[in-house]
């Protein structure tokens, strides 16, 4: 008998357990849409479109776009098969879903009639296509084609263009009407805006409250000839960090700016920029725009000019091994809270010949006074400035060590100013190598005060090492030998 009932009792257990995947309830994620659903392009293959869950017709292709985006649940993806979609409107992903393509040479986005990317929501995803913007309206004209205005947003692999009718190709904005939360954690990797007539990636802010834009991140992307199809406006930047956002924990490695019509990495004056860093970054033959053929004037936005590979006054921004090459006016501008280290700039002001109301410079501090340290130049190297190597004035608490100075064609026959432009240069650790026959003074220092310089200039000038004036000024650490010994 006992034997019998544990015989029934183990059927039943078996029993139960056959029929438990029967009658077990679907969960939510497993009776909602497909995690991924696929959209073809009207011009896509015929195997693409028989494999597709939404085909477009090459007419406002944003409408099956954004079905199948509507259409996914939490974390879900639409991928967009090969070819072009045409977008006569806007595409607004979901929180939490990706929108990807098939690479930025294979799967292609045009926009029209004010279409664009709105990254509204946070933890969206786009990755692996090309996007073109034109004839924006008025009303949407300081948006970008990819106009990003939430948090925890990822932009890989994503390449682009667009005319003059709007802002940029790339925007991070925070505004308070579409995301009151602080705007943060955004990452563009393998991104890239080229031969456009606006500017590549922007940061800016609207209204008063919670400007501060924190831990954006920048890994392999280019800005290249912004500004040559035309101009948006005077001041088009490849990389704009820090227009009317204030800027904190910025993280740039790995980006090149190249030909842009003012400067290539950016941030304006007035905005609160703090840790920040560039590394390894690469800016060339920047400053396309014409220098200006008149006096500056603070009210004559026209005599106004960047001209820069990296622009960044008053900002706490650290350059570690970025490079500066054939741009216009200055190659590094880095004042109050700068720190470079181990950085290079090459051929500053080649291609510009009337330097009668722009003066270039290699490295240019001024004024650069209101921190301490104001300013630090640490292994950084100036070759073959057309103007002044190293141009540091209106400045106090400066620590320059192992500064190599090469052969730079100066201005009025100097070829590093320390001081010698107002008269001000103070507190200060000078550690200098120049070498060069196109100047007759290497170092000119004027009027500094409690300055301490070190290091050697080669040269048969009799004035290559120029003090003029000052308090306190130690030389007895540096020493002149001819350029033939």
């Given at each position: 008998?006992?034997?019998?009932?544990?015989?029934?009792?183990?059927?039943?257990?078996?029993?139960?357990?056959?029929?438990?995947?029967?009658?077990?309830?679907?969960?939510?994620?497993?009776?909602?849409?497909?995690?991924?659903?696929?959209?073809?392009?009207?011009?896509?293959?015929?195997?693409?479109?028989?494999?597709?869950?939404?085909?477009?017709?090459?007419?406002?292709?944003?409408?099956?776009?954004?079905?199948?985006?509507?259409?996914?649940?939490?974390?879900?993806?639409?991928?967009?098969?090969?070819?072009?979609?045409?977008?006569?409107?806007?595409?607004?992903?979901?929180?939490?879903?990706?929108?990807?393509?098939?690479?930025?040479?294979?799967?292609?986005?045009?926009?029209?009639?004010?279409?664009?990317?709105?990254?509204?929501?946070?933890?969206?995803?786009?990755?692996?296509?090309?996007?073109?913007?034109?004839g924006y309206s008025s009303g949407v004209k300081w948006l970008g084609v990819m106009t990003i205005r939430a948090s925890h947003a990822k932009i890989h692999n994503v390449e682009g263009t667009?005319?003059?009718?709007?802002?940029?190709?790339?925007?991070?904005?925070?505004?308070?009407?579409?995301?009151?939360?602080?705007?943060?954690?955004?990452?563009?990797?393998?991104?890239?805006?080229?031969?456009?007539g606006t500017y590549g990636f922007i940061h800016n802010a609207w209204g008063s409250s919670n400007k501060v834009i924190k831990d954006v991140r920048y890994d392999n992307c280019q800005a290249?000839?912004?500004?040559?199809?035309?101009?948006?406006?005077?001041?088009?930047?490849?990389?704009?960090?820090?227009?009317?956002?204030?800027?904190?924990?910025?993280?740039?490695?790995?980006?090149?700016?190249?030909?842009?019509?003012?400067?290539?990495?950016?941030?304006?004056?007035?905005?609160?920029?703090?840790?920040?860093?560039?590394?390894?970054?690469?800016?060339?033959?920047?400053?396309?725009?014409?220098?200006?053929?008149?006096?500056?004037?603070?009210?004559?936005?026209?005599?106004?000019?960047?001209?820069?590979?990296?622009?960044?006054?008053?900002?706490?921004?650290?350059?570690?091994?970025?490079?500066?090459?054939?741009?216009?006016?200055?190659?590094?501008?880095?004042?109050?809270?700068?720190?470079?280290?181990?950085?290079?700039?090459?051929?500053?002001?080649?291609?510009?010949?009337?330097?009668?109301?722009?003066?270039?410079?290699?490295?240019?501090?001024?004024?650069?006074?209101?921190?301490?340290?104001?300013?630090?130049?640490?292994?950084?190297?100036?070759?073959?400035?057309?103007?002044?190597?190293?141009?540091?004035?209106?400045?106090?608490?400066?620590?320059?060590?192992?500064?190599?100075?090469?052969?730079?064609?100066?201005?009025?026959?100097?070829?590093?100013?320390?001081?010698?432009?107002?008269?001000?240069?103070?507190?200060?650790?000078?550690?200098?190598?120049?070498?060069?026959?196109?100047?007759?003074?290497?170092?000119?220092?004027?009027?500094?005060?409690?300055?301490?310089?070190?290091?050697?200039?080669?040269?048969?000038?009799?004035?290559?090492?120029?003090?003029?004036?000052?308090?306190?000024?130690?030389?007895?650490?540096?020493?002149?030998?001819?350029?033939?010994?």
């Open positions: 008998m006992t034997d019998r009932q544990n015989i029934l009792r183990l059927a039943a257990v078996l029993l139960a357990c056959c029929l438990i995947p029967a009658f077990s309830p679907v969960s939510a994620a497993e009776s909602a849409s497909p995690a991924t659903l696929t959209v073809a392009a009207n011009d896509s293959t015929e195997l693409s479109k028989n494999q597709a869950d939404y085909v477009c017709d090459g007419v406002d292709d944003q409408a099956e776009i954004q079905a199948a985006l509507a259409a996914l649940p939490d974390g879900g993806t639409v991928v967009l098969t090969e070819g072009t979609f045409n977008c006569a409107g806007v595409l607004a992903p979901a929180a939490g879903t990706t929108l990807s393509g098939q690479g930025p040479d294979a799967t292609f986005l045009e926009f029209t009639n004010d279409g664009r990317i709105n990254v509204d929501q946070e933890n969206i995803t786009l990755d692996g296509f090309h996007i073109e913007g034109t667009a005319d003059t009718s709007i802002q940029a190709v790339f925007l991070l904005i925070h505004d308070p009407a579409v995301y009151a939360p602080t705007l943060q954690d955004v990452e563009f990797v393998n991104c890239k805006a080229v031969d456009t290249i000839n912004c500004g040559s199809k035309g101009a948006f406006n005077p001041w088009i930047t490849g990389f704009d960090f820090a227009e009317l956002n204030d800027m904190e924990g910025l993280r740039v490695t790995n980006c090149l700016a190249e030909g842009n019509l003012e400067s290539g990495f950016h941030f304006e004056f007035d905005p609160k920029v703090t840790d920040a860093v560039l590394e390894n970054c690469t800016s060339i033959n920047n400053g396309q725009k014409p220098y200006p053929t008149v006096p500056y004037k603070q009210s004559d936005m026209s005599t106004h000019y960047f001209g820069c590979g990296y622009y960044a006054p008053n900002c706490d921004v650290t350059f570690k091994n970025c490079t500066a090459e054939g741009n216009s006016l200055y190659g590094f501008y880095a004042t109050n809270g700068g720190k470079l280290y181990d950085c290079v700039d090459k051929d500053t002001g080649a291609g510009k010949t009337d330097y009668t109301y722009r003066k270039p410079a290699g490295y240019y501090s001024i004024p650069s006074r209101s921190t301490d340290p104001a300013l630090v130049l640490e292994n950084c190297t100036s070759i073959d400035s057309h103007g002044y190597g190293l141009q540091v004035d209106l400045a106090s608490n400066i620590q320059i060590k192992n500064f190599e100075l090469v052969n730079p064609v100066g201005i009025d026959g100097k070829g590093a100013s320390l001081g010698g432009t107002n008269g001000q240069f103070s507190n200060a650790e000078v550690d200098i190598h120049a070498s060069g026959d196109q100047v007759e003074t290497l170092v000119w220092a004027k009027n500094n005060q409690n300055v301490q310089y070190t290091g050697e200039i080669t040269s048969d000038s009799e004035k290559a090492f120029l003090v003029e004036g000052g308090q306190n000024v130690q030389t007895a650490g540096i020493t002149v030998a001819s350029a033939g010994e």
